[in-house]
């Protein structure tokens, strides 16, 4: 079997999806559904269980059949303040699944963030190293939780204790596709403009608030759930694997192209304005992310990632602009 945390969020039960399509039926989703449609996400697919958080490490115990963890539950709100609830959701619970899959020799994928290069001062390298991860630092309380965790890891292997065969910690970039409804504001801006842009609205987008960019032109390493997919289906099939990678498109892109791109594939004209950035966010605000995937590509790992007009174009007719919009 294959456990998926957060299972039933966004890019959790994007992996619940590929799973099954490629013929596993044995998958278990740990996860809590709450009262904002998440059991949407999983309403076509075949899982075996719905494991509460708070019960999966007793429920691990009773299982002898796991083949791997693929760790994606998380606090995921990069406006979450609570340090005691984000450490205990992302950082301690992660350490539990370390310790038990390590224990048992079973596979561990897990999400790291691009939230913990900080400002991206120190670059993207995606280093499995305790000297080079020291020298990053996140902006917010999620990346720092993530961080911890990698540092663990890290720590770990480089004093040669035990870790499971695969032990891969994967730092998402800006992850957009189906199955976002139930994130709210939260959402990618994708899945958040394009109702706006097809009912003909005007786009709000944030001025830029540093001399190097212009209004619109902040720029994100924008990726394609599909492309995360291909990356993790890859590691099952690995037997012996302990990395950090970084999985994004590989390409800085505007959100003005990313906008742009949904108004291209609806036949409309770019209907943009520009308002000033909440003062509370400006000292956290990164503006420049892209993803460098050089250590994943060599380590093996061939499939070409999407670009960013394709992706979009792909995510609006086959989902968003549909009578069905989940996978």
Request: charged residues 25%; proline residues 3%.
């Amino acid at each position: 079997m294959i456990v998926v945390t957060g299972g039933a969020g966004f890019i959790g039960s994007n992996i619940v999806a590929a799973l099954n399509e490629v013929g596993r039926m044995d998958v278990v989703v740990c996860d809590t559904l709450g009262n904002d449609g998440k059991w949407h996400n999983l309403r076509k697919r075949v899982i075996q269980d719905i494991v509460p958080p708070h019960e999966l490490m007793s429920w691990l115990e009773q299982h002898e059949d796991i083949e791997a963890v693929i760790h994606m539950g998380a606090n995921s709100s990069t406006l979450a303040k609570d340090g005691d609830e984000v450490m205990e959701s992302n950082f301690r619970f992660s350490l539990s699944l370390l310790d038990w899959c390590t224990a048992r020799g079973v596979k561990l994928i897990y999400a790291s963030s691009a939230a913990t290069y900080g400002d991206g001062t120190q670059g993207f390298s995606d280093h499995l190293s305790l000297a080079h991860l020291r020298t990053l630092r996140p902006l917010n309380l999620y990346g720092w939780s993530k961080h911890l965790f990698d540092q663990v890891v890290a720590t770990r292997m480089e004093s040669g204790k035990k870790l499971p065969p695969v032990c891969v910690g994967l730092k998402f970039f800006n992850v957009f596709g189906p199955n976002e409804q139930h994130k709210g504001s939260m959402m990618s801006l994708a899945s958040k403009y394009f109702d706006k842009i097809k009912a003909g609205e005007t786009i709000d987008l944030f001025r830029s608030h540093h001399p190097d960019y212009k209004d619109g032109e902040q720029l994100r390493d924008f990726v394609y759930v599909e492309d995360i997919l291909g990356v993790i289906l890859w590691l099952l099939d690995q037997s012996h694997r302990v990395a950090l990678y970084n999985v994004g498109s590989g390409q800085a892109r505007s959100f003005r192209n990313l906008v742009g791109a949904i108004f291209d594939v609806l036949g409309q004209e770019h209907r943009i304005r520009f308002i000033d950035m909440p003062e509370e966010i400006r000292p956290r605000y990164q503006y420049f992310t892209k993803a460098d995937d050089t250590r994943l590509r060599t380590d093996g790992y061939n499939r070409p990632g999407t670009r960013l007009e394709d992706a979009i174009a792909h995510f609006v007719r086959t989902y968003l602009d549909t009578d069905d919009p989940y996978r």
